[in-house]
């Protein structure tokens, strides 16, 4: 499958779990991809190295996208090397499981700007390009959290209901401009998020088991091929929340 040749994508939190996954599928359907990372600098050169493996271009960027000004010079980045920016992968994300009595403010505000904040920079700094050439894809990940409250803490599905909205609100702003805005809202899929979390365990989800990255990599190529979806959320869950 090479649907997405002569694509761009780029992929935040794209060193490891389903952002990596996201990535290599991305570029197995065709797609150049910048992999950014924030600190694991060598997994995110092997998630390069995959992509190359395809034939694809690959870049990997450190940036912590919860800062406008790393948004800016990220962005900038991969239109230099790469060009503008056709499909973009809001992934990265911190998940610090905490009790409601315990979450400090700098607890809040750390969850919140690296997991919602960085969606609405990353997709104010891709737009403008997005629009002059009247095609785009943004595929968000938000979570079983922001449906159900999830296995985290208030904070964590606070972020992710979050991104619910401003999904809801940019596929509406965008409807008319080739631009198509959806979300993902996955539970429990194996990957270091899940295993860091004492309270994620197969016994929350109805199939019995965790669910893999490619379930979730999968869906975001279909949403990247898809012309006619927006606005939606596309739960992978294994029957934890039905909708
Ligand atoms: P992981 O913890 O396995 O990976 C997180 C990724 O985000 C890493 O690549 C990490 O980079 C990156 N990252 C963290 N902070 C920043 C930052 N400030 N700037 C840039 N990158 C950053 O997470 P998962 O793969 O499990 O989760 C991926 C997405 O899916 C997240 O949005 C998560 O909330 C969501 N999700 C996951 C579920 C699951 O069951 N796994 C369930 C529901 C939602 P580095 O390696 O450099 O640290």
Known sequence: MQDL?????LVTGASRGIGA???VALARAGADVAVNYHEKAEAARTVCNEISGFGRKALAIEANVGMASEVKRLIAEVQDRLG?????VNNAAIARPQQLEDITEQDWDEIIDTNLKSVFLMTQAVIGS???????RIINLSSVAAQTGGAVGPHYAAS???ILGLTHSC?????REGVT???IAPALILTDMVTSNPKASPELIPMGHFGAIEDVASVAVMLALNDYTTGQTISINGGWYMT
């Open 21 to 23: 996954g996201i990535a």
């Open 181 to 183: 805005v959806n979300a």
């Open 171 to 175: 596929a509406s702003l965008l409807v």
């Open 160 to 162: 992710k209901a979050g």
């Open 84 to 88: 503008p920016v056709d499909i973009l």
């Open 5 to 9: 040749q002569s694509r761009i994508a």
């Open 130 to 136: 997005m629009r002059r050439r009247k095609w785009g």
